[in-house]
Antibody, heavy 118, light 107 residues
């Protein structure tokens, strides 16, 4: 079964840092571009970042550029999101998702909640 | 950056109805376009990819159409489990934007 499981969320103060992880199983992780997408409470979906299979091509949303860093370890079938200089508006559920045919996102993990506040 | 305009933002309908949700992009994206369904407290689920291809396991009452800048999701014969939020998504160029979402509610 293809599965993605996020971890690492929690409560952090403004200006703080957090590292999210996404563990992949059931497919050849090293062959796929991976993404992070977030959803603030009661709001819509916002694409955050993507990384190609070999880490050659990386993109970020303007809202996180310079503060967040996406990375992957294909030997550990894992995707990461290092989040620095966190702001209140970064509070959201963060999902990892695999990029498939024609760029669709499938599957998605169950999400991990990041809360920025004091 | 490609802007997405999804409408309506909310929709009330009855079981058995046929409903249509539309999404317009600010530039042509061929068929790099997808639709997702999301129920409260759960992750989004892929319904339609490449504008009109039905994801495996998704009921045939869901269909997608369009190309270029105008896209449509149609649900023919609403079922109780279809009341959820729906999002469009362009996968043509980064940043890979989503529409604002459509909340489909029971009338």
């Amino acid at each position: 079964e293809v599965q993605l499981v996020e971890s690492g969320g929690g409560l952090v103060q403004p200006g703080g840092s957090l590292r999210l992880s996404c563990a992949a199983s059931g497919f050849t992780f090293s062959s796929y571009t991976m993404n992070w997408v977030r959803q603030a409470p009661g709001k819509g979906l916002e694409w955050v970042s993507s990384i190609s299979s070999g880490s050659q091509t990386i993109y970020y949303a303007d809202s996180v550029k310079g503060r967040f860093t996406i990375s992957r370890d294909n030997t550990k079938n894992s995707l990461y999101l290092q989040m620095n200089s966190l702001r209140d508006e970064d509070t959201a559920v963060y999902y990892c998702a695999r990029r498939g045919f024609s760029g669709c996102l499938d599957p998605w993990g169950q999400g991990t909640l990041v809360t920025v506040g004091s | 950056d490609i802007q997405m305009t999804q409408s309506p933002s909310s929709l009330s309908a009855s079981v058995g109805d046929r409903v249509t949700i539309t999404c317009r992009t600010s530039q042509s994206i061929s068929d790099y376009f997808n639709w997702y369904q999301q129920k409260p407290g759960t992750a989004p689920k892929l319904l339609i990819y490449a504008a009109s291809s039905l994801q495996s396991g998704v009921p045939s009452r869901f269909s997608g159409s369009g190309s270029g800048t105008d896209f449509t999701l149609t649900i023919s014969g609403l079922q109780p489990e279809d009341f959820a939020s729906y999002y469009c998504h362009q996968s043509y160029s980064a940043p890979y934007s989503f529409g604002q979402g459509t909340k489909l509610e029971i009338k």
